[in-house]
């Protein structure tokens, strides 16, 4: 697979913390893109489906799920579905971000992979619809659907979040949408 970033550990893309893959690579290009770095087909980092598994199954005890994002996964649909199809078999539960509508999923013969995902949010990115009142999406045409029984009862924040990580060297990586960078900054002042 073309991956763009790897968090191992996050609790802003899902319920819980979760495994984040950022693939690399995406073919919608929504005017207004937050990651339009992770657009390019070029090779980013290159890892096999069994890679990763190995990489996750290294964080299992620490993680509740794995989340996918982009970049546009389902551009890299068959090795996507066998990712998804080996976390679920190893009780991780499974969350997708595409900008691909749900009619789109079915027409382009990738229906299969609502078997093998617990959260799918669809939709191109609008920017004249932003919004950071509502939890995982960044344009209110945007849709979240809980696929499996599994997180059938979760509330849905009526905010988005962003996360900050210090690591021991002192780097800072932030993650998220934020409204205001400077409001960012003066956080970590
Ligand atoms: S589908 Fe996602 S990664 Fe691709 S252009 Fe739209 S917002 Fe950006």
Redesign the pocket.
């Known amino acids: 697979m073309n991956i763009a970033h790897i968090e191992e550990h996050s609790f802003i893309y899902g319920p819980g913390c979760r495994f984040v893959i950022w693939v690399q690579g ?1 073919s ?3 005017k207004g ?1 937050w ?1 339009r770095e ?2 390019s087909f070029e090779d980013s980092i290159i890892l096999s489906v069994n890679e990763l598994i190995a990489k996750i199954a290294d964080e299992n005890e620490f993680i509740e799920g794995v989340t996918l994002l ?3 996964p389902l551009d890299q649909y068959e090795e996507v579905s066998e990712l998804l199809k080996e976390c679920r078999k190893n009780g991780l539960t499974t969350m997708l971000f595409t ?1 691909y509508e749900m009619p789109e999923i079915y027409e382009n013969g990738m229906s299969a992979i609502l078997d093998t995902t617990d959260i799918l949010i669809t939709g ?2 609008k920017e004249d619809k932003r919004t950071i009142n509502r939890q995982w999406i960044g344009s209110t045409n945007q849709q979240i659907h809980f696929i499996s029984e599994h997180y059938k009862d979760y509330q849905i924040d009526n905010g988005n979040y962003v996360e900050l990580t210090l690591n021991v060297n002192g780097q800072c990586t932030i993650l998220g949408f934020p409204e205001e960078i400077k409001e960012v900054m003066r956080i970590r002042s």
């Open positions: 995406c919608i290009r929504c893109c990651n992770m657009w982009g970049g546009e900008g191109r990115y």
